[in-house]
């Protein structure tokens, strides 16, 4: 059996998670029970605590679409580099009023993955202001 390259997990983990039917479960399958998100500088430790921050970050963008840019990974697969595009409707994305205006998110999102195909951390940056301002008229 030829083990998969770990950009290929990082892109099954977002056609699982962040398309639709969006299978938050998958989760379970992908990542270690000691997961750790950073997210904005917040740090979000272990998988429940993932599972319910994807869930509830999901739920803020209606119709919502995941692009994957570009994907890159180390020499030994320890780390990938991807780059996303998600578009969709605000239902309320960063505590603004759920309108249905258009969303163009763009982020980098930076992994650590185990030897054995499991998902170990993720780090991500993306332009929420940017994006909050074009929800709010810029105030």
């Given at each position: 059996m030829t083990k998969r390259s770990s950009v290929d997990l990082v892109h099954e983990f977002w056609e699982q998670v962040w398309q639709?039917?969006?299978n938050y479960d998958a989760i379970d399958d992908l990542?270690?029970?000691d997961f750790v998100l950073i997210s904005?500088?917040?740090r979000i430790e272990s998988r429940e605590a993932f599972k319910?921050?994807?869930?509830e970050f999901g739920s803020k963008i209606d119709d919502m679409r995941f692009d994957v840019v570009e994907s890159f990974e180390?020499?030994?697969?320890?780390?990938?580099a991807s780059m996303w595009r998600?578009?969709?409707r605000n239902n309320?994305?960063?505590g603004t009023d759920p309108g249905g205006e258009p969303i163009e998110m763009t982020g980098t999102?930076?992994?650590a993955v185990r030897e054995d195909g499991k998902l170990l951390s993720n780090r991500v940056e993306r332009n929420a202001y940017e994006v909050f301002l074009s929800l709010t008229g810029g105030r």
């Open positions: 639709p039917p969006h990542t270690v029970e904005g500088g917040t319910q921050w994807a869930r180390n020499h030994d697969g320890s780390r990938v998600i578009t969709g309320g994305v960063f999102a930076i992994w």
